[in-house]
C-alpha cells in the first residue's frame, strides 16, 4: 500500500506515523505458520530434554510461545531473523505491501538494512524481568546501534506486529517533532539508552496497533517499549529499509537489495545466499557491528 501524500508529510514533519492496513493476513500467515513450526520443533527438544514438562500444542500462537517461556526461557534462543533465517521470513523481507509504502519515505531504490529483528514479548506473568532487555526496550534512537557513519544515510524503521499490539501488550511509544535535535549522547548503562540528561522534554506518543498496521520512524525518532501485562505475546518486526548506496550503519551483517527500477537485476531474491550470507557473517566476522552508546 502506498503512503499517502499526508502520511508521508506526516513522517517528514513528526519523524514518525503509524500507517493502518498496510499487510494483509495473507501477507503475515506465512511468517506466522514459519515460526508455529519453528517453535514447535525448538519445544519438542526441550521437551524431550526435560527442560519443559507441558507442550501446550493446542494453544493460539499468541499465547503458546508465552507459556513455553514460563516453563523454560531456553525457547527463544536463536529466535531472530538472522538466526533462525526462515524462507518465508526472506520472502516477506521483500513484501510487495510493505515496500510500496517504504518507497515513499526512501524512494524507488531500496536496500533491506541488516539491522532487524524479531520479537516475541511474553506477558510479565512468564517474564517477570521489567528492566532493560529485549522485550522492553529502553529510550532509545535507532542511530544510537548504527555506525556514525550512517548518520546522513536515509534508513527508516518499520515496526510491524504479527498480531495486536495494544498498551496493555506493551506497544511502542515514541517522542514526535523531536528528532530535528539530531542524535543524542546514548549510555551502555541500562542497555543503550538515551543519557537521562538529554531526554527531550516532549509527550511520549503511544503507537498502539492492530495486526496489518506499520509503524515508521525516522532514525532519530526516541522510542521505547514498555511491559507486557496481557496474557497474550506481543509478536513484532523492527526491520529497516534504506536508500541503497547510504552507509547501513553496520558494515558486519548483510545487506541486500529488494526493490530497484534504475537496475532490476540488482533485486536479491535468493534465499540461498540471503542464508549464506548470514552464516559467513558469524563464521568470518570482519566490519563492524556497534552501539554508539559510552
Ligand atoms: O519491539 C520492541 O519492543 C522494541 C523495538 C525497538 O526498539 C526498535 O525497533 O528499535
Known amino acids: ?55 501446550h500444542e493446542d494453544a493460539p500462537f499468541e499465547q503458546r510461545y508465552g507459556l513455553l517461556f514460563g516453563q523454560c526461557q531456553d525457547i527463544g534462543q536463536g529466535m531472530d531473523i538472522m538466526f533462525y533465517r526462515g524462507r518465508a521470513m ?9 515496500l510500496d509504502a517504504v518507497e515513499g519515505l526512501v524512494g524507488p531504490e531500496i536496500t533491506c538494512n541488516p539491522i532487524q529483528h524479531l520479537r516475541a514479548k511474553p506477558p510479565v506473568a512468564f517474564d517477570p524481568h521489567t528492566g532493560p532487555s529485549f522485550h522492553v526496550v529502553p529510550w532509545h534512537q535507532d542511530a544510537g546501534v548504527m555506525m556514525p557513519e550512517a548518520e546522513g544515510s536515509n534508513v527508516v524503521t518499520c515496526w ?70 496481557s496474557d497474550q505475546c506481543r509478536w513484532s518486526l523492527d526491520l529497516r529499509y534504506q536508500t541503497t548506496g547510504h552507509h547501513t550503519g553496520r558494515t558486519a551483517h548483510p545487506d541486500f537489495v529488494v526493490r530497484s527500477r534504475q537496475a532490476p537485476s540488482s533485486v536479491m531474491d535468493s534465499y540461498t545466499k540471503w542464508r549464506t550470507d548470514w552464516i559467513d557473517a558469524f563464521e568470518n566476522p570482519r566490519g563492524v557491528v556497534g552501539h554508539r552508546a559510552e
Not at 45 to 51: D, P, Q, V
Not at 90 to 98: C, D, P, R
Open 1 to 55: 500500500m502506498q503512503l499517502t501524500t499526508q502520511q508521508v508529510e506526516d513522517f517528514h514533519n513528526h519523524g514518525v506515523i503509524v500507517a493502518r492496513g498496510v499487510l494483509t493476513d495473507a501477507d503475515l500467515q506465512p511468517v506466522i505458520d514459519e515460526l508455529s513450526a519453528w517453535i514447535d520443533e525448538r519445544a519438542q527438544t526441550l521437551h524431550a530434554e526435560g527442560k519443559i514438562a507441558e507442550l
Open 90 to 98: 526472506f520472502n516477506f523481507l521483500h513484501n510487495a505491501h510493505l
Open 160 to 229: 510491524l506486529p504479527l498480531g495486536d499490539a495494544t498498551e496493555e501488550m506493551g506497544c511502542m511509544q515514541a517522542l514526535p517533532n523531536v528528532f530535528r535535535n539530531g542524535y543524542l549522547r546514548h549510555l551502555r548503562a541500562g542497555g543503550t539508552t538515551i543519557d537521562p540528561a538529554l531526554m527531550p522534554d516532549a509527550e511520549p506518543l503511544s503507537l498502539a496497533c492492530r495486526k496489518g498496521d506499520v509503524v515508521f520512524m525516522h532514525r532519530l525518532t526516541p522510542h521505547r517499549s514498555t511491559p507486557n501485562v
